[in-house]
């Protein structure tokens, strides 16, 4: 298990991708958050094994129908034992 910081810049923000992105982390049985960032970006922190966290990264890549991903920065993160899969 580890927890990864994933941080998403584009058209981002008012095209429903922190709630798609919760849809996609809750199937995928990660845990952990999605919120709006005041620069315009979207942070994502998650925790889960190897396997979900390249499934999240390659939607991130991609993300909602309306979307407009440029980038996605990723970071190692301390580990967080999340409960559930949250946006905020």
Same mark, same amino acid.
């Given at each position: 298990?580890?927890?990864?910081?994933?941080?998403?810049?584009?058209?981002?923000?008012?095209?429903?991708?922190?709630?798609?992105? %919760?849809?996609? +982390?809750?199937?995928?049985? &990660?845990?952990?958050?999605?919120?709006?960032?005041?620069?315009? @970006? /979207? #942070?994502?922190?998650?925790?889960?094994?190897?396997? %979900?966290?390249? +499934?999240?990264?390659?939607? &991130?890549?991609?993300?909602?129908?309306?979307?407009?991903?440029? @980038? /996605? #920065?990723?970071?190692?993160?301390?580990?967080?034992?999340?409960?559930?899969?949250?946006?905020?």
């Amino acid at each position: 298990m580890k927890t990864v910081k994933y941080v998403v810049t584009g058209k981002v923000q008012g095209v429903w991708f922190r709630a798609s992105t %919760q849809k996609q +982390a809750q199937s995928l049985g &990660l845990t952990g958050y999605a919120h709006n960032l005041p620069s315009g @970006q /979207v #942070e994502i922190k998650a925790t889960g094994d190897a396997q %979900q966290h390249e +499934a999240l990264l390659a939607y &991130l890549h991609q993300g909602p129908e309306l979307a407009e991903v440029s @980038q /996605v #920065e990723v970071e190692a993160s301390e580990l967080v034992q999340f409960t559930d899969f949250t946006t905020g």
